[in-house]
């Protein structure tokens, strides 16, 4: 490990591993720092994506991908269920693998890449970045960069650090648990998402399998301090009812800030990506391959600034018109679908479902399938089918 | 005057190491930055603390209580 650098990455997910990629891909000295013993472990997440968009970053490989999906079906808290028309092309990742190949390819790149490295604090020159404090398998060590990538998750202090306002309000983070669980008879082609109050207050709950009768079964809530019990207290309650008696392999629990990104993503030297960027899609929660744009885009701009010899805030603000430009009215508009949902009365909700449930809908077009579900709710309606004409 | 080292003679936030999976939700939501989450093993600082208790809710497995001051 050296003492200066090009760029500093702090966290080796998808998105900071598909910085320090850009990065050194870009001819940049490049330091990728993981605090964690393992890159890949714990797993955060429910683990599915986009086929063609994770495409975009990385070749396939069934070592990777653990199930490929063709459909989606919504359950009510009833059981009953639609399952919609096809939309995207989706695989369920087995993330311990993936994100250490994206890190691989990180090194591959030229990136220099170190687990056990754990930031403790940014080096400040007035209002910007200069560095970053570690500890290095117990050393403490700096590291001076001209730009620092911070892509340390969900639990993310490096923008704090940096001095960006980057702390949720509880009413925009959800709170989340899962379980990995075996012997499972779900169909493995089709992602189930659970929308109902007794589910997953604010949230929904869903069973994503994982080849081999296994499947994350998981649920995202939102943060109430009058709620009485806790995501995996519900998630318990959710696993009896459904797969009473199976075993569980793995427990995955963690928060996702789901607030639209931070106001600023970018300071003198410093930047902010994936969901330390509070990236993830403010109605599903989604953050790898939105993640992974962020720190393809962050790096880019990183790279072009480094050449010109202006790393400023203004220069590096070019990175978050790249993602407004990417993201900025879908996410808008994914917000507002979210609050007309959670306005929607439980029983409504479940009754839509249960109509839909009715229709044939997978010999008919999603936008037609949302028409006749949502034709009592002109509020919801508005919101909703732009979305789908892709507006 | 009462000596600092009682137990509980000033409220504080309490991790339970059997409920606790080191995901750092709480990290995230602390105003004073005083959670300091390492490999396997979270960390209140208790002096920075300022009880606000946002923490609490956003724990996933219900690992954060506060520990209420001994009157």
């Given at each position: 490990?050296?003492?200066?650098?090009?760029?500093?990455?702090?966290?080796?997910?998808?998105?900071?591993?598909?910085?320090?990629?850009?990065?050194a891909e870009?001819?940049?000295?490049?330091?990728?720092?993981?605090?964690?013993?393992?890159?890949?472990?714990?797993?955060r997440?429910?683990?599915?994506v986009?086929?063609?968009?994770?495409?975009?970053?990385?070749?396939?490989?069934?070592k990777?991908?653990?199930?490929?999906?063709d459909?989606?079906?919504?359950?009510?808290?009833?059981?009953?269920?639609?399952?919609?028309p096809?939309?995207?092309?989706?695989?369920?990742?087995?993330?311990?693998i993936?994100?250490?190949?994206?890190?691989?390819?990180?090194?591959k790149?030229g990136?220099?890449?170190?687990?056990?490295?754990?930031?403790?604090?940014?080096?400040?020159?007035?209002?910007?970045?200069?560095?970053?404090?570690?500890?290095?398998?117990?050393?403490?060590?700096?590291?001076?960069?001209?730009?620092?990538?911070?892509?340390?998750?969900?639990?993310?202090?490096?923008?704090r650090?940096?001095?960006?306002?980057?702390i949720?309000?509880?009413?925009?983070?959800?709170?989340?648990?899962?379980?990995?669980?075996?012997?499972?008879?779900?169909?493995?082609?089709?992602?189930?998402?659970?929308?109902?109050?007794?589910?997953a207050?604010?949230?929904?709950?869903?069973?994503?399998?994982?080849?081999?009768k296994?499947a994350?079964?998981?649920?995202?809530?939102?943060?109430?301090?009058?709620?009485?019990?806790?995501?995996?207290?519900?998630?318990n309650?959710?696993?009896?009812?459904?797969?009473?008696?199976?075993?569980?392999?793995?427990?995955?629990?963690?928060?996702?800030?789901?607030?639209?990104?931070?106001p600023?993503?970018?300071?003198?030297?410093?930047?902010?990506?994936g969901?330390?960027?509070?990236?993830?899609?403010?109605?599903?929660?989604?953050?790898?391959?939105?993640?992974?744009?962020?720190?393809?885009?962050?790096?880019?701009?990183?790279?072009?600034?480094?050449?010109?010899?202006d790393?400023?805030?203004k220069?590096l603000?070019?990175?978050?018109?790249?993602?407004?430009?990417e993201?900025?009215?879908?996410?808008?508009r994914?917000?507002?679908?979210?609050?007309?949902?959670?306005?929607?009365?439980?029983?409504?909700?479940?009754?839509?479902?249960?109509?839909a449930?009715?229709?044939?809908a997978?010999?008919m077009?999603?936008k037609?399938?949302?028409?006749?579900?949502?034709?009592?709710?002109?509020?919801?309606?508005?919101?909703?089918?732009?979305?789908f004409?892709?507006? | 005057?009462?000596?600092?080292?009682?137990?509980?003679?000033?409220?504080?936030?309490?991790?339970?190491?059997?409920?606790?999976?080191?995901?750092?939700?709480?990290?995230a939501?602390c105003?004073?930055?005083?959670?300091?989450?390492?490999?396997?093993?979270?960390?209140v600082?208790?002096?920075?603390c300022?009880?606000?208790?946002?923490?609490?809710?956003?724990?996933?497995?219900g690992a954060l209580?506060?520990?209420?001051?001994?009157?």
């Amino acid at each position: 490990m050296k003492d200066r650098y090009d760029v500093v990455v702090v966290g080796a997910g998808p998105a900071g591993s598909i910085a320090a990629r850009t990065a050194a891909e870009a001819g940049l000295e490049t330091l990728l720092i993981e605090k964690r013993q393992e890159i890949g472990s714990p797993v955060r997440c429910g683990e599915a994506v986009g086929r063609d968009t994770v495409e975009k970053f990385i070749a396939r490989d069934p070592k990777w991908i653990a199930a490929e999906i063709d459909c989606f079906s919504i359950y009510n808290a009833q059981g009953d269920h639609v399952v919609l028309p096809p939309l995207e092309r989706t695989l369920v990742l087995e993330r311990k693998i993936f994100d250490r190949e994206l890190a691989h390819s990180a090194a591959k790149a030229g990136a220099e890449v170190a687990v056990k490295a754990r930031a403790t604090g940014m080096i400040r020159n007035g209002g910007g970045v200069e560095g970053v404090r570690m500890v290095v398998q117990g050393e403490p060590r700096d590291a001076r960069a001209t730009v620092v990538i911070g892509a340390d998750g969900t639990e993310s202090q490096t923008p704090r650090w940096a001095g960006l306002k980057s702390i949720p309000q509880l009413k925009n983070y959800y709170t989340a648990a899962q379980y990995l669980m075996t012997d499972i008879d779900v169909n493995p082609r089709i992602c189930q998402y659970h929308i109902g109050w007794t589910i997953a207050p604010g949230g929904y709950g869903w069973v994503f399998p994982k080849g081999d009768k296994q499947a994350n079964v998981g649920l995202v809530m939102w943060v109430d301090p009058k709620e009485t019990k806790t995501a995996i207290e519900y998630l318990n309650e959710f696993v009896a009812a459904r797969f009473p008696g199976k075993s569980i392999l793995a427990q995955v629990v963690g928060g996702i800030p789901i607030t639209n990104v931070l106001p600023e993503m970018v300071t003198d030297g410093y930047m902010a990506v994936g969901d330390a960027a509070h990236q993830s899609d403010p109605l599903t929660a989604g953050g790898i391959t939105n993640g992974m744009y962020g720190g393809m885009f962050a790096a880019q701009v990183a790279a072009e600034g480094i050449k010109k010899g202006d790393v400023s805030k203004k220069f590096l603000k070019k990175y978050e018109q790249m993602w407004d430009a990417e993201f900025g009215k879908l996410y808008r508009r994914l917000l507002r679908i979210r609050h007309a949902v959670l306005n929607v009365p439980d029983d409504r909700l479940g009754k839509m479902i249960a109509e839909a449930a009715k229709l044939d809908a997978r010999k008919m077009s999603l936008k037609d399938v949302v028409m006749i579900v949502l034709k009592s709710h002109p509020k919801l309606l508005l919101e909703v089918v732009p979305y789908f004409l892709g507006q | 005057m009462p000596t600092t080292t009682s137990v509980a003679a000033r409220a504080f936030v309490a991790v339970d190491y059997d409920h606790c999976s080191y995901c750092g939700a709480c990290v995230a939501v602390c105003p004073p930055d005083c959670i300091t989450l390492h490999d396997a093993t979270l960390i209140v600082d208790t002096n920075a603390c300022t009880l606000c208790r946002r923490c609490i809710p956003a724990c996933p497995t219900g690992a954060l209580t506060m520990v209420e001051a001994v009157a």
